[in-house]
Each structure stands twice: as C-alpha cells, then as structure tokens.
C-alpha cells in the first residue's frame, strides 16, 4: 500500500512538471514542490501511527487527501490549507492517546 502512494507521489512530480513546461508559473511551481515535499515528509513521519491501526488507517486516507488537494491545486490552481493541517492533526492524536494513556501503544 505505501509503495503505491509512493509511486502516486512520483508521478505527481512529473504532473507538475509537465505543468511547468507547459505554463513557466515558477511561484505555483515552487508552492507545489513544497506540498509535495511536505505530504512525502508528513508520511514518512506518520508511520509511528503503525501502533493504532485504526489512526493509521485515517493517516493513510488523510495523506491520500493531501496528495489529491496538491494535484488539485496544480490542475485548477485551488489551494485547500486546511487539508494540509489534517496528518499533523492525526499525528498530535496519536502523541496525546501515548500521554494520556501511557506507552501502552508502543
């Protein structure tokens, strides 16, 4: 499963830089790059919600989200922040339940 969002992040790569190719819009070219760059680091990072399958099911699905938001944001040039807020938000959740409960999920 994570290989493919992988293999869905790369290929996202070079939608955008098709999209350079055709448009020369280095602002939006660069504001892209660093989504991506974010969504592969935030997914990467959020495999410490491996402990709670149920958290890293919504981590797979919230990254998913993130991903479509920035291919989104290339093709229509809509930009949705609040989307990119969502895999920190699961990750804090999975730091507070370690607090609250202990390193019961460890």
Do not use: C
């Amino acid at each position: 499963m994570t290989g493919k969002i992988v293999l869905l992040m790369l290929l996202s790569i070079l939608l955008l830089l098709f999209d350079f190719k055709r448009k020369r819009d280095k602002q939006k070219s660069i504001r892209a790059s660093l989504l991506f760059l974010y969504t592969f680091t935030i997914f990467y990072a959020g495999m410490i919600t491996r402990s709670i399958p149920p958290l890293f099911a919504v981590h797979i699905l919230v990254i998913l989200l993130s991903w479509g938001a920035t291919v989104l944001y290339i093709i229509r040039d809509k930009l949705y922040l609040w989307i990119y807020a969502l895999p920190l938000l699961n990750i804090a959740l999975v730091f507070a339940l370690n607090f609250l409960e202990g390193a019961r999920y460890n």
